[in-house]
């Protein structure tokens, strides 16, 4: 069979019109697993540029000259803001816009015709009699990332690259030859040091945990996750100081009380709601409190997934960026980035607990990729060989390594809360407690010389990993086996 532009001077024929799909209706698609990275790529980018402009349209109504303190309304910033941030809107729109899939279909039959007019002034013609029809679908492909182990080395190996061509401008001082190296590698440092872990962690809950879900979706919850900083950024850097101000406390003094009282109290609060309203937005995915911890903690990544792309700016416009960015992207990758998927974890298990407790019945059919009655069935297939890929990678049983790890900890785990107000507040003490506690620390050790601070610092931080780290392990078994 083959499609082609129909010649205006051929007789007129018949054409084909648009029907529904059948119920049987395959639909076969090249494996593509790269692919989620990359457009999710461009929509970090253009997310991170709308949470930034967004703070210049909020000061320019509470805070004009971005002191911390209320006052004076500059109309005209807001104005101009929200103009350069247009665009951005609209991309981020289009990016986002319906997948539709056109599919042609043509079967042999004696009373067919060998020519066939397609909308679009397109002529699909067949050597043997055919019946052709045609339908538009929307993509319910499902979810595809490549494997942890292939972006956790690109992680290791990016930073490590990136470090190696860092360091000579570091170490000698800016000239000719070290900025020419450090110029040529900031970009994609940027790009691997703040996505790659990211991506690895959300590549182990979609593969291992058993959650089946378009990649449509998938990606819609991680530009949950992303949107989600837009208002938790200008809560912390807003309207908070605005409330410290008041009471004679300064939110931007290094060491002050008013910064801490950010870090212990506004930054886990407000991010911490903020990130429970985006799960709340995505309720008709969530149909068992594993979904609900998979949609929490894929909101979780998504915030991170923009938070780290501004520390990893700051890292490496630093003049010992040689230094500093390995350290960010290696303690970010492996402590924050799970931290917030585990937060927000904790909160969207405890919203699938309440989901089932009778406010929403969930069924198959209440969730576009558990749907039984799904127009399309989607065939994966490798391009280069041809062969099909194994529909067990969808599943909704957990991965046979994930059970055989947890399995293993299944009797020491820990419960998780199943009702919201009590599962927000263990999610905003937990960040706390992770932001606040090297914040106190510093000011205790103030008084010692500049070396042993530096080691208490690096001890306390080696802890804070430990202690994360358990709490995710002994936790994860109720999530992922216990719903």
């Not at 949107?227 to 003094?253: C, K, Q, W």
């Not at 700051?314 to 992207?329: D, N, Q, V, W």
């Not at 041809?386 to 046979?400: A, K, R």
């Not at 042993?452 to 995710?472: N, P």
Request: glycine share 8%; aromatic share 10%; net charge positive.
């Amino acid at each position: 069979m083959r499609v082609q532009s129909a010649n205006p001077t051929q007789a007129p024929l018949r054409i084909v019109p648009l029907t529904s799909p059948p119920e049987s209706h395959t639909v076969w698609q090249a494996s593509t697993p790269w692919q989620t990275i990359r457009s999710m790529l461009l929509l970090v980018i253009v997310c991170f540029f709308i949470s930034q402009i967004a703070v210049f349209v909020a000061a320019g109504f509470f805070d004009g000259d971005l002191n911390g303190t209320l006052g004076p309304v500059e109309p005209a910033m807001s104005f101009v803001a929200s103009i350069c941030m247009a665009p951005f809107l609209l991309f981020f729109f289009y990016l986002r816009r319906p997948n539709l899939t056109h599919t042609i279909n043509a079967h042999p039959h004696p009373q067919g015709s060998n020519t066939h007019v397609l909308q679009g002034n397109r002529l699909v013609q067949s050597p043997v009699p055919t019946v052709v029809t045609q339908h538009i679908v929307r993509s319910t492909a499902p979810l595809e990332m490549p494997r942890p182990l292939h972006l956790w080395g690109l992680f290791i190996g990016g930073i490590t690259l990136s470090t190696l061509c860092l360091l000579p401008m570091t170490l000698l001082g800016l000239n000719a030859l070290t900025g020419t190296m450090a110029l040529l590698v900031v970009i994609p440092a940027w790009l691997i040091g703040f996505s790659a872990p990211v991506f690895a962690w959300w590549s182990i809950t979609s593969r291992h945990m058993g959650i089946t879900i378009t990649r449509r979706d998938a990606e819609w919850v991680l530009a949950a996750g992303m949107l989600s900083t837009v208002p938790a950024i200008i809560i912390n850097s807003i309207t908070s100081p605005i409330m410290l101000s008041l009471v004679g406390l300064d939110a931007f003094e290094v060491g002050s009380w008013g910064e801490g009282l950010i870090l212990f109290g506004s930054a886990p609060i407000g991010e911490e709601l903020c990130k429970a309203f985006a799960v709340l937005c995505l309720t008709r995915l969530i149909v068992s409190p594993k979904h609900g911890f998979y949609v929490g903690s894929t909101v979780g990544l998504g915030f991170a997934l923009l938070e780290n792309a501004q520390y990893i700016i700051m890292a490496l416009s630093s003049e010992y960026s040689g230094i500093l960015y390995p350290i960010t992207a290696l303690l970010r990758g492996l402590s924050s980035i799970p931290g917030h998927a585990l937060w927000t974890g904790i909160t969207g298990y405890a919203i699938g607990c309440w989901l089932a407790r009778g406010n929403r019945v969930p069924t198959l059919t209440s969730s576009p990729y558990l749907s039984e009655k799904n127009s399309s069935t989607w065939v994966l297939y490798d391009k280069k060989t041809g062969s099909l890929l194994p529909t067990t990678l969808w599943g909704t049983m957990p991965s046979q390594r994930m059970i055989d790890f947890l399995g293993r900890r299944q009797k020491s785990a820990w419960p998780l809360p199943k009702t919201v107000p009590v599962a927000l507040g263990l999610a905003m003490l937990g960040h706390a407690l992770w932001n606040g506690s090297s914040w106190a620390l510093s000011r205790w050790v103030t008084t010692e010389d500049s070396l042993t601070a530096l080691f208490i610092d690096l001890g306390w931080l080696f802890s804070s990993m430990v202690i994360l780290w358990l709490c995710i392990v002994r936790l994860l078994p109720t999530a992922v086996l216990d719903s």
